[in-house]
């Protein structure tokens, strides 16, 4: 089984930078993306940013948090980290951490979300 744990959310100002960290565990074979998502209103959960294993570690961003917000993995590639300056109180959200992996114990390929860490930014 992969287990999947967000953490670093927390209150933040207008302007102002944070980090939320991912760390994926448990039975894993291969992983092949790790990704951030982010729910506002509603139950929807958008795209913040993305990051591949391979072409070389390729990266997505949605297109709010461009030029603002950072992915990067570590270099055992069980951990992501989301590294957010200029924050905006329309960042604030619950943001869910989402694992692109094979387990060793099932063998298949399957996304595995995190239990979301909350981020609310203040003017």
């Known amino acids: 089984q992969v287990q999947v744990v967000e953490s670093g959310g927390g209150l933040a100002h207008l302007g102002g930078s944070m980090t939320l960290s991912c760390a994926a565990s448990?039975?894993?074979?291969?992983?092949?993306?790790m990704g951030w998502y982010r729910q506002g209103p509603g139950i929807q959960r958008d795209l913040v940013a993305e990051?591949?294993?391979?072409?070389?570690?390729?990266?997505d961003y949605g297109d709010s948090v461009k030029g603002r917000f950072t992915i990067s993995r570590d270099n055992s590639g069980n951990t992501a980290y989301l590294r957010m300056n200029d924050l905006k109180p329309e960042d604030t959200g619950i943001y869910y951490c989402?694992?692109?992996?094979?387990?060793?114990?099932?063998?298949?390929?399957?996304?595995?979300w995190g239990q979301g860490t909350q981020v609310t930014v203040s003017s």
């Open positions: 989402l694992v692109d992996a094979v387990s060793t114990s099932r063998g298949t390929r399957s996304g595995v």
């Open positions: 448990g039975s894993i074979f291969s992983i092949y993306s």
């Open positions: 990051i591949f294993t391979e072409g070389g570690g390729r990266i």
